[in-house]
């Protein structure tokens, strides 16, 4: 049985995600949604407001949005409109620091077994994703960093698909220019699809552009950006690094070494 004192509440549970969220090492405001917020901490959008609320009345989350043409701090009369109407900017507060240390501490003491936080936990079967992201991503996600999960495992699918396209073809490219290289429709390097037919070309098509887009849209703001994720979103881009690894096993692509 879980030891009261280190149980966390359901509501503590979404200010914990919150305050990770907020957290920054150089004290900066994050721009956030409502709705952003609310897929990242996976809880519907009246919880998220709530903790928002409660977070801000204890001090310990500072809320601002720009607004004609100057910052406005949060106050309570504004809600919810305050939320709703536009982004908003979020971050801890030097209070707010111990008692997200607090909940931290409560998390790391609680079984894996019952603990909401924990990703292993988190409606993930790690066997259902590809091995090699599971291999690069599971221990960052489980150590809160999901963005760095995420950007590892987009790397190593450039990274795979690098070498073998410089094998085949002597090019170096990266990136977006490797994924339209590699799976261009009229001369592909990896084929996907059957050529001869037109569904087939259309899958060629389509995975060009998929895998072009997930270096352009997830894999660079990531690495350039420095950008924080909440850990439902990082798993929605592993599984989608996890379709992209297992293509290119079809696609007879070698693992990269």
């Known amino acids: 049985m879980t ?4 149980a966390l509440l359901p509501s503590q549970a979404i200010e914990y995600h919150l305050l990770q969220l907020a957290l920054r090492d150089d004290g900066a405001w994050r721009p956030v949604q409502i709705g952003q917020l609310a897929t ?4 519907g959008l009246p919880a998220v407001l709530a903790a928002l609320q409660r977070l801000h009345k204890a001090g310990h989350v500072e809320l601002r949005k720009w607004s004609d043409g100057r910052f406005i701090a949060y106050n309570a009369r504004q809600a919810p409109d305050f939320f709703y109407t536009a982004n908003f900017e979020i971050r801890i507060t030097p209070d707010g620091r111990p008692y997200a240390e607090e909940l931290h501490a409560k998390v790391r003491a609680m079984p894996t077994t019952t603990s909401p936080i924990r990703t292993e936990n988190h409606a993930m079967d790690w066997t259902l994703l590809h091995p090699a992201i599971t291999q690069i991503a599971r221990k960052r996600l489980i ?5 760095d999960a995420v950007e590892a495992s987009l790397k190593e699918v450039n990274q795979r698909l690098k ?9 170096e490219l990266d990136g977006a220019d490797l994924m339209y290289r590699a799976f261009a429709p009229k001369k592909p390097i990896v084929v996907l699809g059957d050529l001869a037919t037109e569904s087939g070309r259309s899958i060629q098509q389509g995975y060009m552009q998929l895998f072009a887009g997930a ?3 997830i894999r660079n703001p990531k690495a350039h950006a420095n950008l924080i994720i909440g850990e439902v979103r990082a798993l929605h881009f592993l599984v989608l690094a996890s379709l992209l690894m297992t293509k290119l096993d079809e696609g007879g692509v070698p693992p990269a070494t």
């Not at 150590?143 to 963005?147: I, K, L, P, Q, R």
């Open 215 to 217: 270096m352009i849209g």
């Open 3 to 6: 030891d009261r004192r280190t």
């Open 163 to 171: 070498v073998f396209v410089h094998a085949q073809s002597g090019e």
């Open 40 to 43: 990242e901490v996976d809880a």
């Open 143 to 147: 150590d809160g960093h999901h963005a």
